[in-house]
Structures are given as structure tokens and as C-alpha cells.
């Protein structure tokens, strides 16, 4: 079964900086690939998805890209603000239902 | 009010209880989902339904079961609670017909459970 892979030491940078997050998974590139948010104590909430034919998503301050051969996929969040902090989950489908990774946690200092 | 509500937000039972934790949902999705939340480890899967007559165990089932009693509604139980069954427990639901366009998951707030 799929394994994902993301950095789980908390990234921290400087308001204003760009944010980026990796997300490795270990077998089948995946159809598509979706990047969550969550805040401490909430539920995720969908942020972006990329398909396998997408090089590269984007939406607002975000941009994800999408690697098969690497099979990697990065998460960008440009002009970083500490609104921003939270933690970041990559997920991907497997026999119909999504598995996720364990989360990136990012901190935006002012 | 939300569209995926779960019930109750917050439990401490004692080992060797029977617990429920309650889902329902009005975004009139087919696929409802339970999954696990433990600090460091991100979210573990424990059953997942495709219709109301469609159960299927995740990676972490032993300990748990489930009841999909309606398409809006799918339940959890913990037969006799365990300490190690702490956790933030999460119900989710996605669409089927979305299922080739990106199966996007919406999560409830979460129940906190905590086993003394």
C-alpha cells in the first residue's frame, strides 16, 4: 500500500517569506493528489488538488506542483502571513478512500 | 450550522465501557468515513462506507465497529473502551459521483475521547 511521506519537523519562516512543503509518497502515482489544512483541534478542510496530468495548481497564494517521477509533490504558500500557521496534510486516493500523510506543521512569525 | 456534525465533542469514559461517537451529515454524500487523530501520527482511517450497505474496515479497525444507519448517518462505537483509544476522532464524508473528478474529503470538528 501507498506510503506518504511528509517532513515532520515544524517549518518556521518570517512573514512575508515563502512557505514550502514536501509530500513523498512510495509507490503508483496516484490519479491526483489534494493538500488540507488543519488548525489545532479542528477538522481539515480541502484546500487544493492537482491531477497526475497537472504540472503545476494554483489558487491565490498557493501553488502546488505535482512530480511522477520524483513522486513528490510540493506546496508553496508565497507572501506568507501568520494567518498562515497551521498544520499542512498531503493526501492521496487508494482503493477509493483517501489516506493521508502526517502533516507538516508551519509557523509564521511576524 | 455545520455540514458534517458529529456527537458528543467531548467524552471521558472509563475502561471497559461501551462508547458511541455520532455522525451525521447533510451534504447528501454516499461515502462517510471514521478516522483517528494521535499527536505525530496524522489521520488513521478505522472504517469507511461507500453506500448505506457498504462497510469497510481501514487500517486501524480492531477495537472499533460501525453502523451506517442512513445515507446521512454512520456511527462508531468502541465495544469496551481501552486508554490506548485516546484520541481525536474524526468523521468525514465525500461524494461518489466526485469520486473521478477528486474524491475531496469534508471533515466534522472533531470528538475528543479521552479513556481513564
Known amino acids: 500500500s501507498q506510503k506518504i511521506e511528509q517532513n515532520s519537523e515544524a517549518l518556521n519562516i518570517q512573514e512575508g517569506k515563502t512557505a514550502t512543503l514536501t509530500c513523498n509518497y512510495t509507490n503508483y502515482s496516484p490519479a491526483y493528489l489534494q493538500w488540507y489544512r488543519q488548525d489545532p483541534g479542528r477538522g481539515p478542510v480541502f484546500l487544493l488538488l492537482?491531477?497526475?496530468?497537472?504540472k503545476e495548481k494554483r489558487k491565490e497564494r498557493l501553488k502546488v506542483t505535482f512530480d511522477t517521477t520524483l513522486k513528490q509533490s510540493l506546496f508553496h504558500i508565497t507572501a506568507s502571513q501568520p494567518a498562515d500557521s497551521a498544520t499542512y496534510l498531503c493526501?492521496?486516493?487508494?482503493?477509493?478512500?483517501?489516506?493521508f500523510g502526517q502533516g507538516t506543521e508551519l509557523s509564521v512569525k511576524p | 450550522d455545520a455540514d458534517v456534525t458529529q456527537t458528543p465533542r467531548n467524552r471521558i469514559t472509563k475502561t471497559g465501557k461501551r462508547i458511541m461517537l455520532e455522525c451525521s451529515q447533510t451534504k447528501g454524500h454516499d461515502r462517510m468515513y471514521w478516522y483517528r487523530q494521535d499527536p505525530g501520527l496524522g489521520l488513521q482511517l478505522i472504517y469507511y462506507s461507500f453506500d448505506v450497505k457498504d462497510i469497510n474496515k481501514g487500517e486501524i479497525s480492531d477495537g472499533y465497529s460501525v453502523s451506517r444507519q442512513a445515507q446521512a448517518k454512520f456511527s462508531l462505537s468502541l465495544e469496551s473502551a481501552i486508554p490506548n483509544q485516546t484520541a481525536l476522532y474524526f468523521c468525514?464524508?465525500?461524494?461518489?459521483?466526485?469520486?473521478?473528478?477528486?474524491?475531496?474529503?469534508?471533515f466534522g470538528e472533531g470528538s475528543w475521547l479521552t479513556v481513564v
Open positions: 492537482i491531477r497526475e496530468n497537472e
Open positions: 468525514a464524508t465525500s461524494d461518489l459521483g466526485q469520486h473521478f473528478s477528486g474524491n475531496t474529503i469534508y
Open positions: 493526501a492521496l486516493e487508494e482503493g477509493g478512500k483517501l489516506i
